[in-house]
């Protein structure tokens, strides 16, 4: 069924547990994410970027609420990182329940004008509002108070940010980073900074970044002819501890990007005569379902569907 992302969150951040906001781009990762949500028992958030809309157009978003509404299991649909009020109201015509402006990047006043402006409009239709305060940046661990201080979410602005903007969720800069290079060997992440920020903010906040890039993974990919660098993720046990602090919404795209990706290059390396699709795309959306649920497992959302 689909919900609000307030609905599933506000009982997950209660509760002390975690759900993830996975994104999708296609059919086979809508597919892998809501069958792994309906096997376990758990709600589920499907995020969709800018650019997962400009790739996937009218047929991924119709796709997406359509499988959505009969899912078995409470699903949102979440517009990722929007980046303007048009972009949201785009959003909300076609049919998301719960949308992102990110305005992180804009100085505190503006993002808080600019948020409000969304939430008046989300609300007004019944959507929920996720906002973002602070920098998004792989931090090292001996880097000084100061500059951290800078990046990172303050967390007495969060709770003024909250007030004045009326945002249901708040995602927060506590270390993590987007993609596959989040740092040498554990990725730092301000656990301290979070408790501190949970203690002023009672609504679900989100941490994104949060993707644990297993090494396995990364093998399978280099020993299928992939490149890539020193990859690391955020360590599970991170996570947990995040989780545990009032992390409700936890974002995760580059370890499904890395299953799929991994999954097709195996299946074209082992099988150079196959050119029928659905002989490399069918393992590698296993592959994704299996990430989606060790993750599940991991936030602790199993048989958590209302
Ligand atoms: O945080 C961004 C998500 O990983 C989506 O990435 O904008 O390349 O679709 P994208
Ligand atoms: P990862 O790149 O760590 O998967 O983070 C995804 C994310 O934050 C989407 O908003
Ligand atoms: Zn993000």
Redesign the pocket.
């Known amino acids: 069924m689909l919900v609000t992302g307030l609905e599933i969150l506000k009982k997950a951040r209660a509760e002390g547990y975690g759900v993830g906001a996975f994104?999708t781009?296609n059919m086979e990762l809508t597919q892998a994410i809501l069958e792994a949500a309906e096997e376990l028992k758990s709600p589920v958030i499907l995020a969709l970027?800018?650019?997962?809309m400009k790739y996937g157009g009218r047929a991924l978003t119709r796709m997406v609420v359509a499988l959505a509404q009969e899912a078995r299991v409470p699903v949102a649909i979440h517009l990722?990182?929007g980046s303007s009020y048009e972009s949201v109201l785009k959003a909300l015509r076609e049919g998301f329940t719960s949308v992102m402006i990110d305005k992180s990047h804009e100085d505190f006043e503006t993002n808080v004008r600019e948020t409000r402006r969304v939430v008046e409009a989300a609300h007004a239709v019944g959507v929920t509002v996720e906002a973002e305060l602070g920098r998004l940046a792989g931090i090292e661990e001996h880097v000084a108070v100061d500059e951290k201080d800078a990046l990172l979410t303050n967390p007495e602005e969060a709770r003024v940010f909250m007030e004045r903007t009326g945002a249901d969720y708040l995602a927060v800069a506590i270390g993590t980073s987007?993609g596959a290079y989040k740092g040498k060997g554990r990725p730092f992440i301000d656990h301290p900074r979070l408790e501190r920020i949970a203690s002023l903010v009672p609504a679900p906040l989100v941490l994104?970044g949060a993707s644990s890039v297993p090494q396995e993974l990364i093998q399978r990919f280099r020993d299928s002819g992939g490149e890539i660098g020193e990859a690391a993720g955020i360590h599970p046990e991170d996570i947990k501890k995040a989780i545990a602090l009032g992390i409700a919404k936890i974002?995760t795209?580059?370890d499904l990007r890395l299953a799929f990706t991994a999954l097709i290059r195996e299946g074209l390396l082992k099988n150079p005569k196959e050119f029928d699709p659905r002989k490399y795309l069918g393992p590698a959306r296993e592959a994704v379902k299996e990430v989606v649920k060790s993750r599940m497992e991991l936030f602790g959302s199993v048989g958590k569907a209302l």
């Open positions: 994104n781009n970027s800018e650019g997962a990722d990182h987007h994104h974002n795209d580059t």
